[in-house]
């Protein structure tokens, strides 16, 4: 864990980023990198002149470099701050690429006028790099951060690749030295044999967990709430718990159960937490 990529622009869910990034940081030990992307036809060049542009870019050059500058004095850790040109999502990959980042932490939202709606949406840049990044995407949507990560949210369904989304919440409770909150949400309540496949499932991630050193609880929440998806169900439980400070989903659609999730619960997961989510791309997996 070397470093942690967070792409800056002032907005205040990027500044809630680089908060939640020094927190991980701090934990590693690692270095973080502020990025700030200039879009060759964003808004500066169309509203400005070229020299009217250079000028703005550099006051945001100094800015970022006395947020740097502020932030690792504070911190004693190593924070650079970085501005390129180009399309947004694919500067912020390829630095990460570069940087060979661990994480790459960012708001949901940017200061793209287009990535904003009435309703919580994913900006376009942030969904392409949650869809393309090499490294785990954690990703701010709320207005507020937690004090402490006392607990790390495990959503599960019934498909093959929950173990790699275990092994990495086992990793950021390792981090953050906090508890796994795994859970799933049911409406075929009437259904035994699913039932009995989600408890036999729990109970070997449980199993999983603790053998890895960390406590872990279970909670499968049957509901007949008429929701069309188990997300708000589960976000409802995370907010009334009060100490999950992050939740791990995988980007696919993980349930070919349509008893479980209809459509891209991961997308919804995204756009309706107000806890910071960590979306892992899966490693493939036999179908």
Request: glycine share 4%; charged share 25%.
């Amino acid at each position: 864990m070397n470093n942690i990529l967070v792409p800056y622009d002032f907005n205040p869910q990027s500044v809630l980023a680089l908060d939640w990034s020094l927190r991980l940081a701090e934990q590693l030990k690692c270095s973080v990198t502020m990025l700030y992307v200039n879009e060759l036809q964003g808004i500066l060049s169309t509203v400005f002149n070229k020299e009217k542009n250079e000028e703005l870019l550099e006051e945001i050059s100094d800015d970022m470099d006395t947020i740097a500058a502020k932030l690792s004095l504070r911190s004693g850790l190593e924070i650079d701050a970085r501005m390129q040109q180009g399309r947004v999502y694919s500067v912020i990959l390829e630095v990460a690429s570069e940087l060979q980042s661990s994480f790459i932490v960012m708001g949901t939202r940017s200061n793209d006028p287009d990535d904003h709606d009435q309703k919580p949406m994913v900006g376009r840049n942030t969904s392409r790099v949650i869809r393309m990044a090499k490294c785990p995407v954690i990703s701010i949507g709320g207005t507020y951060l937690p004090d402490k990560c006392n607990s790390v949210l495990l959503p599960l369904d019934l498909t093959k690749v929950t173990l790699q989304k275990t092994n990495w919440a086992i990793n950021m409770a390792k981090i953050f030295r906090s508890d796994i909150m795994a859970v799933s949400a049911l409406w075929s309540v009437n259904n035994p044999e699913i039932m009995a496949r989600l408890i036999l499932q729990m109970d070997k991630v449980k199993e999983t967990i603790e053998a890895a050193g960390v406590k872990c609880s279970t909670r499968i929440i049957e509901t007949t709430s008429g929701e069309k998806t188990a997300v708000p169900v589960i976000l409802d439980y995370a907010a009334k718990e009060g100490d999950v400070g992050m939740m791990v989903i995988m980007t696919q659609q993980e349930s070919a159960l349509v008893d479980f999730f209809v459509g891209s619960h991961a997308q919804e997961f995204i756009r309706l937490s107000a806890i910071p989510v960590m979306s892992v791309v899966p490693e493939e997996t036999e179908p």
